[in-house]
Each structure stands twice: as C-alpha cells, then as structure tokens.
C-alpha cells in the first residue's frame, strides 16, 4: 500500500517534477558496480548502451516533489478536499530528531521535498488564500479524516524544522 497525498486549490497550479538536479549520460559512460546483485550484473542491458539516462551525483540531487493534476479522476469526489482543483504530490515528507541523528542524508531529502512544497505553495496562493492537503492510504475506503491529526498553519510563519509527517486520514489547511 502507498500513503498518497493530496493537495487542494482554488486555482490551478503547474504541475511537473521539481527540484531535481541531474545531468543526461549514455548508459554505456556510466561506472558500472561490482556487486552481484546489482541489475547489470543480473541481466544483460547492452541495448541499453548508447541510450542517454538521468544521473544523480548525490542522493539530495534525486530528491524532488512531483506533482499531477487528478482534478477530473472520478475518485476525487471521494478526498475530503472542498478546492476545486486537486494535485497528487510525491516526495519524502518525514522529519524526526531521530532522523536527524540517525541519517541526516536522509533528513535533508524529506527537509529538500517539504520546502519544495511549502514554496510551490507560497508562489501559488494569495494572502488570505488557503490551500488543503489531506493524505491516506491508496486502498483505504471511505476516505475520511481524523481529526486528532487535522491541523490549521500559517504558511509564513511554519518552519518543518525538528519534527513533522504527513500521516494517514491528516487534514491540513495551510493559510497565507
């Protein structure tokens, strides 16, 4: 199962990938590993050769938000998002002091998507505008919210610093 996310407007909003630093490299310039395991050491990906491909230096460069329209899906109907337009959005949005200490590469990654949000959010709303994100399970019907989770922030003045997770049934109504 996938926890997806949701992202509700009063105007539409660009979609796309954001965030993501890459360059383009034939598969066949790429360094290959010696570890067994590893998928061109599996199977044979020749023809895979002269094909040019995304390649990340670090894994904060593999860090983005992806974000896709699902305002006409007939399942919309079924988010408790009262916007007229809703986005699906990726990316890693789990923060913890024990992240922080534990595997601070990965916190920077979860830190890099939620400020991609957060600022995609800021460019697109208006001063005393709203925008809702509501996340659940993809196979978890009816979708409802709970409202020990449900929260209201104010875009400018919220800093995901320390701790912060988008949670299953969570409502935020995020202000500006």
Partial sequence: MTLNHYLGSDRPLPAGSFGYVYTYQKYSDIPKSDDKHALHNIMDLSHLNDT??????????ASGLDIGDVSSMPWRK????????VYGFNGSFTLSKEMKAQNPQGYACSLKCIRLLLSHMNEHMAAGESMEIYSCWDSDFPKTINPDLDWTL???????EG????????????TK
């Fill in 163 to 174: 701790s912060f997770n988008l949670a299953d049934k969570q409502f935020i109504r995020m």
């Fill in 154 to 160: 104010h875009l400018p003045d919220f800093e995901p």
């Fill in 78 to 85: 079924e988010l408790p998002i009262s916007k007229p337009y």
């Fill in 52 to 61: 040019y491909v995304q390649v990340f230096e670090t894994e904060l460069d």
